[in-house]
């Protein structure tokens, strides 16, 4: 009788198909955990303390955030520096951060920002990717919407832009106005603000180099 080939040896491939599906399963267990991990929202300890967080602490509102080149990832990540007035304080405790970050998140889903925009890879393209617009140099100091808006601090012109943005009017596809008060207006900000500190991997690509925000500028 001829030697059976291992191929052709049904025994093989269900050997074979069981190691198989017990090693991706323990592989994506381990990824399950290293990415909880790796997402976790850090505290307002560890910004005092100087940890890096991929997902910073609600309370970064109340630090300097920068967009840095990392030449060992090959990408920009932000960096979070001093501390600066976030509406005209410094010490937004983690509660009082957290409720209005929670309030800009909410904001958020509830006027369909991603109808128009892209937040962390999600939504549409016909409007600006708003995953690191709070480093985006026309909202700085030397830009043109605080020029426009008449308002002396990033936070403000951009709270004054979501509010009433068919006075600004900046290209062809004009935001709508969607009714967005002063206080829904400061929460978007703040998430605004703490999803530009968040580690995305160099995501949206380049975003530093066409915006001209790398080192802050």
Known sequence: MANKSVWSDNRFWQRSATWVTGFASVLLIWLTFDTSVQIAMGNDEDLK??????????TVIN????YEMDAKRGHEVPVIGEKENFFGRDDWSEEEAGALLHLGKLGSQAKNCMDCHTLLGNGAYYAPDLTKAWLDPAWGP??????????ETKEEAMAEFLQHPDRYPTHARMMPDLGITAKEAKGLVAFLKHMSSI???????????????????
Do not use: E, S
């Open 63 to 66: 630090y300097k955030i920068t």
């Open 199 to 217: 580690d995305t991997n160099g995501f949206p690509r380049n975003f530093g180099h066409m915006q001209g925000a790398i080192n802050g500028k």
């Open 142 to 151: 030397n830009g043109a919407m605080q020029a426009l808006t008449a308002k």
């Open 49 to 58: 303390n100087g940890v890096t967080k991929r997902v910073p602490g609600p």
